[in-house]
């Protein structure tokens, strides 16, 4: 080693580096990682669903069609036709579409157009934790919105914007995830998104509504998206202040990583000179294939709602059997997600340990609050487990309840 | 539409949106791509290089080999064996290596990690464009490394370092493309890379040497990494400054978004954060199919320097023939680009337009400084254009050049 000196490189990290901290998901899960033990903590797809074969196809199709164009830089905005049949769902300009590299990706985007250092940012108590961790490099404020069983409390939020607006602090944005939403389960009425588009427009709150889930329904009627609803009361696809967000992860395949934004002019604009700092594009091939797939999707989503519908159905009747009085849960009428409130005084994160003695594992709810709060709460995904590793995961979660119980 | 009020979308936007802009580039290219234009003025690899077919291969193979987990989420830091693959060229362990979508994303990354606001960043005057953008979002101040014939004047830089410490300004990193260099095609000479490490050593600033062209030398002895160069000075890969950003996109093929950064413990653990927060991990399926089509790396690489030796020397051959006395080229040893210098007086983007009139394009130089400046000066590449496309832009541009002088 040379005497030279080298830069203490810990000491040029920016101050927005010091604040990011690995996902506490990602670290709960090599925990639970271990061999033999039954984990509902991850937020897994059902990779046996997957149309392999129909992926397979659409490679050599799209390398068929496209050549080497496949494989060469393209646009910012994203492949022409993936864009158009995106924007056909909400009878949109493909122009108001910007295709993004996973969800993920889109609300790190927005973040970074949106969020000036100290911006108030309400999110839902719990919220996906993937959105804290996308907003959190720019530095915001957050306000949580009280929840109750019915997902965000409106009335709650009126009141919260005007306690914020004597404060001075005018939120700049709203995310909220309205549909079977990460980690509760929990559907926004009707009635509370009609009010809560109101509420936004009215306080100038830009709304960014997370979508990957909505079309996993089992139960129940669809409902307007927030984004529809912004467009209604807009009456202007370029002055809507909803943003949407939306993704082929959970209705296809995550790992192709194909994504959307959908968002007024003004947006958008700013979005592709985001992107192209971000990555350029995302790949070709991958759009290319996607767009390939589409004629599957409605087939796909079929399997996948009647297949999460009987594992949910299943996880609640096991629920109902083994977990003690006092023990509460949602019953989600779609998606992947549960939520599991234990009585008060109990930390799932302190019992983790004792479901993983008796091999099962979930997520305590704890890192879903922006603020904190939630120890006596936890997350657990019915989509990517069997029949039998529901009942036997049930009665093992519901033995470690009782005995925290006695 | 409803008298509702809506937020003014665009006093939403963060304070670095404000600072966005659209690519100067991306705007100049959309001038340039009228048809029958010759247009040197992309950055694209040759097209009909690519192979076709093994990437057909290389995508039925990772299915057939890794079923859904090919479609599946994956981990944020990248497929093990391209990791493995990766840190093998330098000696270095996997854990050293992120895989990110496309080295801008790279660069996004280590941006958000490293830059805070009014930060020193060093940069080359010209220096890639692309870097500008990814860093922009963070709000650098960028401070220009002169340059010759021979890249980064680093007596110059020695001189700057002096003149920043005593303005109290410490540069935070300096970023360079040490091998023939996008804008110009110069390659930074042994003797100044040691030097160029060492001095940003003692200084204590963070070196990110970007090198998506090194593997695409056709002419001269390879000279080793500031990288490599970094690791010597420290005897320790995690106490290395000099941080690595390379890329699978010119030596293979861009639209699959495969690239690498290699860093010290420190810069490695935060890219994974900020990656997790960005797009959570790299497109799954690619990741595995660049890892089979590394086999063929060797041959396609040295396909790609044979074809773009043959274009930079009949390109150079025809600017020799055609090109007025005063206006001076770079005579690149590998890569994609070279860089004309006109006549102080000239104005590269004010004749543009009669050059598109006379049917050949290429890219104004300015853009490339961060600081401005450069006006009698353009780019080209080489990599993507016939032998009859070449000739004929060098004669036009020839008669350009000419009447512009008359």
């Known amino acids: 080693m040379s005497d ?3 830069p203490e490189l810990e000491s040029l990290l920016s101050r927005r580096a010091r604040t990011m901290t690995a996902s506490a998901i990602r670290e709960i899960l090599k ?21 392999l074969g129909a992926v397979k196809q659409a490679a050599e199709t799209a390398l068929n069609k496209y050549g080497p164009a496949a494989l060469q830089y393209s646009t910012t905005e994203g492949h022409p036709p993936l864009r158009e049949w995106i924007a056909g769902r909400h009878g949109i300009p493909a122009q108001n579409v910007q295709i993004v590299t996973g969800s993920q990706q889109g609300l790190d985007l927005l973040g970074k157009i949106l969020i000036d250092e100290g911006d108030t940012v309400l999110v839902e108590a719990p919220t996906y934790l993937g959105a804290l961790q996308s907003f959190q490099p720019y530095l915001p404020s957050y306000a949580e919105m009280p929840t109750d069983e019915g997902g965000i409390d409106v009335d709650a939020l009126d009141t919260l ?4 607006a004597r404060q001075g602090r005018k939120p700049k944005l709203l995310y909220a995830i309205p549909n079977f939403q990460n980690p509760t389960g929990r559907t926004l009425s009707l009635e509370r998104r009609r009010r809560l588009v109101e509420l936004t427009a009215q306080h100038g709150v830009l709304v960014i509504e997370d979508d990957p889930y909505g079309e996993l329904r089992f139960e129940g009627e669809a409902l307007p998206s927030l984004y529809e609803l912004g467009l ?16 082929f992860s959970k209705t296809l395949v995550p790992g192709l990583r194909d994504a959307w934004i959908e968002a007024a002019a003004p947006i958008i604009g700013k979005l592709i000179q985001a992107k192209q700092g971000a990555d350029l594009h ?6 290319m294939m996607m767009t390939e797939l589409l004629p599957l999707l ?11 519908q009987a594992r949910c159905t299943h996880m609640l009747g096991q629920m109902g059997e083994h977990f003690p009085a006092g023990v509460d849960y949602t019953r989600p009428q779609g998606g992947m ?9 109990l930390d799932t994160a302190a019992l983790l340990p004792r479901a993983v003695e008796r091999k099962v594992a979930y997520v305590p709810g704890q890192p879903f609050f922006a603020r904190g709060g939630g120890l006596n ?26 005995e925290a119980l006695a």
Chains 1, 2 share one sequence.
Do not use: K
């Open 161 to 164: 914007l005007g306690d914020l």
């Open 298 to 308: 409605p087939a796909q989503i079929e399997t996948v709602r009647v297949a999460y």
């Open 377 to 402: 709460t936890l997350r657990m995904s019915y989509s990517n487990a069997t029949p039998e590793q529901i009942t036997a995961g049930m009665r093992a979660l519901g033995e470690t309840f009782r």
């Open 282 to 287: 995302t790949p070709t091939l991958n759009q």
């Open 337 to 345: 997600f549960l939520w599991v409130t234990l009585p008060e005084g």
């Open 232 to 247: 209604q009361l807009a009456g202007d696809v370029n002055r809507n202040h909803v943003v949407y967000c939306s993704s």
């Open 4 to 6: 030279t000196p080298r």
């Open 31 to 51: 925990i639970t990682q271990q061999p033999d033990v039954i984990s509902f903590a991850g937020g897994l797809p059902a990779p046996e669903l997957f149309p």
